[in-house]
């Protein structure tokens, strides 16, 4: 399970930073939304948290397949029991719960009394780079890693379609810390800026430690009042360059 979580996010956070900080570093440069690169020590920081983070998702991962096995959980192995649109549908539902999920845990670690134990390593990160998408200590990877016998234990889901929502969870962390803002100008007067959120928001969040707890979507923030204040301005001044 860890060798298989490790080679997704070898995948996208490899491709993240070969693009971002090698073939198109100069192209890209207006999009940087810290104008400055992460340092070396930095990212070497954030790809060792990550490992660890990997193997821990292992072992959770792992534990979750012991409950499929022994008939604890709602995973299915055939799909027509439940057909094609629930299969996709599934997916949807995952990514909607595990943004409730993030929304929430990671507002929760944000407490004073919390944010020591369980939060401080993710934000040693204030310029992160695509590595420091798992870079989290130990007790935060647990909790994080909690979705996945959540979702087991409480949605019919097919392995194939679990498969594919952890890989855009993966694909949707890591271009949260990629640095750049790679959506258009239009996106915030539209109501698409509204809905889904944006690489600025969380890398605003590691450089200010104020609002934007969300991970696919805006919309908690929003509706939480959370968000930064700053937040449409900042994406407006970065898309702007």
């Not at 889901?157 to 790679?182: M, S």
């Amino acid at each position: 399970m860890a060798a298989y979580d490790l080679t997704h996010y070898l995948l996208v956070a490899g491709v993240a930073w070969f693009l971002g900080y090698v073939l198109c570093r100069s192209w890209w440069a207006n999009r940087k939304i810290i104008p400055e690169m992460p340092t070396w020590a930095d990212m070497r920081r954030e790809a060792m948290w990550s490992t660890l983070t990997v193997v821990i998702y292992g072992l959770i991962g792992a534990a979750t397949i012991a409950l499929v096995k022994a008939g604890w959980t709602r995973v299915y192995l055939n799909i027509d029991d439940f057909g094609w649109g629930w299969f996709w549908g599934s997916v949807a539902v995952a990514i909607f719960m595990h943004d409730t999920y993030f929304y929430w845990t990671h507002r929760l670690i944000h407490h004073p009394k919390l944010f020591r134990f369980f939060h401080s390593v993710h934000h040693e990160s204030h310029n992160p780079s695509p590595w420091a998408a798992y870079c989290v200590s130990p007790g935060e990877a647990v909790i994080q890693a909690g979705i996945i016998p959540l979702v087991a234990l409480t949605l019919p889901i097919h392995p194939l379609a679990f498969g594919l929502f952890w890989f855009l969870q993966v694909t949707i962390a890591v271009a949260g810390h990629t640095g750049y803002e790679f959506h258009a100008k239009w996106l915030m007067d539209s109501w698409l800026g509204k809905f889904f959120s944006t690489p600025t928001n969380h890398i605003q969040h590691h450089d200010s430690f104020k609002g934007n707890f969300g991970l696919y979507f805006n919309l908690w923030d929003r509706w939480m009042g959370t968000n930064h204040p700053d937040y449409e301005k900042r994406y407006r001044e970065v898309v702007g360059r």
